[in-house]
């Protein structure tokens, strides 16, 4: 996070970067296991705000400041139909806090400066403009729009340095247009940081209690949907509206299997599950479940043993001979030490009912293949790929 300040924007930039470079101390970037995202110190204890998408739903990240310092850190309160996540620092950073502008909300037209950084980069500002502010009204949360797009968790800023609001993504919010942005107000976030306004001590053991944004009822972050009325739920990946469709098709696939999609879920595009051949195997499959970036392919792969101690030539053989005549839609490979069977399948007119049918019969082949090799070869039977 060290380095020059990198900035972009129109106007007179100079001034503005001189009045807000000194905020920089007090910008946080955040690494959340797979995820990282922006946040800033809200709180003189140093309690970090975020958003809670940007984050996902870890409970132990880390913080990594502006002097280069590492801290860990807890999650230890969200709220996710505004979209914040608060992170309690596993001791004071000695980093202020930023000052908060009162009132909060910004006109149309008015010059603000987002400040910003992840994990290895520099600290980064740009000049925005306010295009579009929605009040309370009919149960919307209040937010307002910027005409640019901004990494969510960053702090949008006046002139003179005070927080104005969070890049987030509340639900209903106003529509957010393509190169835009969404920020929460800050005065919506002083009722979720007063609680939390007390020696870090007292934070170290709490945990936040995610509520359905629809009804309000607590819910399992690792539920596809909340069980009091049904709402599909915010996951830690956020899906993407260009693969939203294919996400669909995995996600009912995955039911028609009897798993559920989110619990199964390690990346943005990545699922990994453990499926039985048939009801009464003792043992489960290990299949590494992906869409590719454009959501057209489906890559499913899942190991089948290790490279046998000897005989290596006849049981490479054997496995070309299998790629040749026996594996259909699947293949055969080796990597490292390890035989795996897997199939790339195009997502053009898949249904979740052909996603099903291909996950499970790339499960009876792995077993069936794991059974043969085994027994020919004395290859050791892998059911989950060696380093996971």
């Known amino acids: ?75 230890v309160a969200a709220d996710v139909a505004r979209d914040v996540a608060l992170v309690a620092p596993g001791e004071p950073p000695g980093v202020a806090s930023l000052a908060v502008r009162a009132p909060a909300e910004p006109r149309l037209g ?66 957010e247009l393509p190169g835009h942005s969404v920020v929460l107000p800050a005065g919506s976030l002083q009722p979720l940081l007063a609680p939390l306004d007390r020696p870090l001590l007292e934070l170290r053991d709490r945990a936040p209690v995610y509520r359905c944004p629809a009804c309000e009822e607590p819910f399992d972050i690792e539920e596809d949907r909340c069980l009091g009325c049904g709402r599909l739920l915010p996951h830690a990946f956020a899906p993407s509206p260009a693969r939203a469709g294919v996400e669909r098709v995995i996600r009912q696939a995955l039911s028609a299997l009897g798993i559920v999609a989110n619990r199964a879920r390690v990346g943005p595009r990545a699922w990994r599950i453990a499926q039985r051949p048939f009801p009464s195997a003792e043992t489960s499959t290990h299949v590494d479940i992906e869409i590719d970036e454009a959501g057209r392919l489906l890559i499913l792969r899942a190991p089948v043993v290790g490279l046998p101690a000897a005989h290596h030539e006849p049981f490479y053989r054997f496995l070309l001979t299998m790629n040749d005549q026996t594996t259909g839609e699947f293949r055969v490979s080796v990597a490292g030490d390890e035989v795996s069977v897997s199939c790339v399948a195009s997502l053009e007119g898949f249904s979740d009912h052909d996603a099903a049918v ?31």
């Open 358 to 388: 291909l996950i499970d019969g790339l499960v009876q082949i792995a077993d069936e293949y794991r059974r043969t090799l085994a027994d020919t070869f004395e290859a050791a039977p892998r059911f989950e790929s060696a380093g996971r």
């Open 1 to 75: 996070m060290t380095g020059q300040l990198a900035a972009h924007g129109d106007g007179d930039l100079a001034l503005l970067h001189e009045r807000v470079a000194r905020a920089r101390r007090s910008i946080v970037a955040i690494r959340a296991g797979a995820l990282s995202t922006t946040g800033w110190v809200a709180l003189g204890n140093g309690v970090v705000a975020a958003s809670r998408r940007g984050l996902g739903y870890p409970t132990e990240v880390a913080l990594l400041f502006d002097d280069g310092r590492s801290l860990p850190g807890r999650v």
């Open 110 to 175: 008015d010059r603000v400066a987002v400040l910003s950084c992840l994990p290895g980069q520099s600290l980064r500002l740009a000049v925005a403009r306010v295009c579009q502010v929605q009040r309370k009204v009919d149960g919307l949360l209040p937010a307002f729009e910027l005409d640019l797009a901004a990494p969510l968790g960053a702090p949008v800023l006046d002139a003179d340095g005070r927080v104005l609001g969070l890049v987030a993504a509340p639900v209903g919010a106003l529509g």
